[in-house]
């Protein structure tokens, strides 16, 4: 189990260093990939951060920031407010909808029905979520398999403040990077075949593919937020 950086060991001027190091690589897979470097987003992944270890982030000038669990996104949201941008990026819970909620921009983990309806029963207005895809249908791992999407989108239906923005994947694990192109490359035509399909009632606009050691192949096959943690602690 990763030990989580206390906000002794992370050092502001590394963590911005290291930032920036990631934008270039962004920028340099979006020309390869005839991309604006301004369509994909970095996301933080603060799972191993501790609340104090936050500000060492804040100092760094980092933003978007996601949270796995609902707890520590209470307690960090409590203390920092509005100086992040707050997703959800851990497996969600049904019972823990109506905490996170109120403090998150996005939702990036919905694969389920009943937490569908929770989120609509709970929300004031629509919010934005990403479908959990299992790209390569991994048994027991979270997320819808590609051939069972259309159908869990026609039931989530009937739930109209969840607005289907985009898909999320967690890809098989592999040590190449070029391994897993693939599977980004299937998301990313899901993606095309559901903005046809579902034109007017959802906008698959994002692809949240990605993490610190195959983000810049998630950026050429048009991930449009990338969620990385370790590349920029360092």
């Known amino acids: 189990m990763a030990q989580r950086p206390s906000h002794e060991t992370l050092d502001p001027h590394l963590i911005r260093a290291n930032f920036s190091r990631v ?17 994909v987003e970095i996301l933080v992944a603060t799972k191993y951060v501790t609340t ?10 980092i933003i978007l920031v996601g949270e796995n669990r609902a707890q520590d996104l209470a307690a960090k949201q409590a203390l920092y407010g509005d100086r992040f941008t707050w997703d959800f ?4 819970q049904s019972n823990k909808v109506r905490q ?10 919905v694969e389920s029905l009943s937490a569908a309806g929770e989120i609509d029963r709970r929300a004031q ?26 159908r869990f989108l026609e039931e989530a239906s009937r739930y109209p403040k969840v607005n289907f923005a ?3 994947t967690m890809p098989p694990l592999a040590a190449d990077p070029e391994a897993v192109r693939p599977h980004f490359a ?28 195959d983000y810049v192949v998630a950026v050429e096959e048009g991930a449009t937020i990338i969620r990385v943690g370790s590349v920029v602690f360092g």
């Open 23 to 39: 934008k270039d690589e962004v920028a340099a897979a979006c020309s390869r990939a005839s991309r604006a470097p301004a369509e």
């Open 52 to 61: 104090e270890g936050m500000e060492s982030l804040a100092q760094a000038g």
């Open 89 to 92: 990026i851990g497996h969600l």
């Open 100 to 109: 996170i909620l109120p403090l998150t921009r996005m939702i990036h983990s």
């Open 125 to 150: 207005a629509p919010i934005d979520v990403l479908l959990e895809v299992n790209v390569g249908g991994e048994a027991g791992k979270y997320g819808i398999i590609p051939t069972e999407v259309d």
């Open 166 to 168: 985009g898909l999320m």
């Open 186 to 213: 299937a998301l990313r035509r899901l993606q095309s075949q559901l903005n046809q399909k579902w034109s007017g009632s959802h906008d698959f606009r994002h692809l949240s593919m990605g993490t610190s050691g």
